[in-house]
């Protein structure tokens, strides 16, 4: 590569409720605070943008709010702040905590309190249904992984083992729909189980109390294993690639269209932090980085799919791989009943600022030798 796009319950509750409450009530105000630093919703249609909003998820590190993934690093950078600044618009971002960040984002949105934001495939869709114009700008990597943690003394071997059990799932979350393919996958059906919706930062004290049986989670069900609470029984690497879970930039519709240049230049931010990220000599920054306020750094590489290079971990790429994912939560949005009107999910993909970044930043030699493809896969 010869150019480096970035130089740098009541009172009895049990004790697991009390802990579900309490982490709520905390990312609720976390998440409420947050809005309460962004501007007013810039006008579109004409008038003249002051800020340009974006919304990520961020957890707590140092004192600090400490944005996960490109975000973080095009905080770092410094360039979209600088190329704004040049056309007299300001740049915001709003930390956003796991815990409500689908719903927080969407309502976000929904308020035109943002402009963007880095979030995942599900709460997009379902905000998207819920009359909420988006559009997906920029895919941002190829998916994360989904597990399935039994508690200790549980004797399971596959999915088929669980049934009758409980099993902690937050429902409407992006990881809902591998586990949904799971099901279909083994003949198994919702209804197969009891499903206790929680919050994921709830579940390891319901898995040690034994008030659950299993949990559905993402890189912390890792955590979860490591730290003895119990074992993964499954995981989307044992599935076909496409199975996980995406988050990708996704923009208010009306201010991309109304405002297609700055959406230009956010959409190039985030391609440069994506080129610096899949480079091999910053792949030990990448993931300290991923690690700061969440997860260990032994966690994190074992959270890497090692069917998927390190280059090939960002692909921009809107290739038949991101189409079906997109066509697939629509329909399982409409047939779970999660949504009143299916979402058309090709309306909702835009391709045109990646092509155009991937050729004004000379990128697309980058990932040239990358089958597009490639990220379908095979179990």
Known sequence: MSKTPIG????????????????????????????????????????????V????????????????????????????????????????????????????????????????????????????????????VAPLAQGQETYIVVRNGLQAASIADLKGKRIALHRGRPWELPFSKLLDANGLKFSDFTIVNINPSATPAALSSGSVDAAVLLADGLLAQERGIGKILWSTKQAPRDWKMRAEL?????????????????????????????????????????????????VVVNDLDPRISWRDRYLPYYD??????????????LKRGLVREKVDADALLDDRFVQQGLKDLDLAKFWSAAEPAAAQGNS
């Open 8 to 51: 740098f319950e009541p009172p009895r509750a049990q004790a697991w409720q009390r802990k579900l409450l309490l982490a709520l009530a905390a990312a609720a105000v976390l998440g409420l605070g947050a809005w309460q630093w962004l501007r007013p919703a810039a006008a579109s249609g004409g008038n003249a943008v002051r800020t």
């Open 320 to 333: 038949d791989a991101l189409r079906s994912h997109y066509r697939s939560v629509t329909e399982y949005a």
């Open 53 to 136: 909003n974006i919304a990520a998820i961020a957890h707590p590190f140092q004192g600090q709010q400490i944005y996960s993934g490109l975000t973080g690093v095009i905080i770092r950078d410094g360039w979209l702040k600088a190329e704004l600044a040049k056309r007299g618009v300001e740049l915001a971002f709003t930390p956003v905590p796991t815990a409500v960040g689908g719903p927080l984002i969407n309502e976000g949105f929904s308020g035109k309190r943002i402009d963007f934001a880095s979030y995942g495939d599900f709460p997009a869709v379902i905000a998207v249904a819920g009359g909420v114009p988006l559009k997906l």
């Open 250 to 298: 996704f923009g208010r519709a009306d201010f991309v269209n109304d405002n297609p240049q700055l959406t230009q230049l956010v959409v190039d931010a985030y391609l440069r932090a994506a080129a610096w990220s899949a480079q091999d000599a910053n792949r030990d920054q990448v993931i300290k980085d991923s690690s700061r306020g969440s997860l260990p750094i032994n």
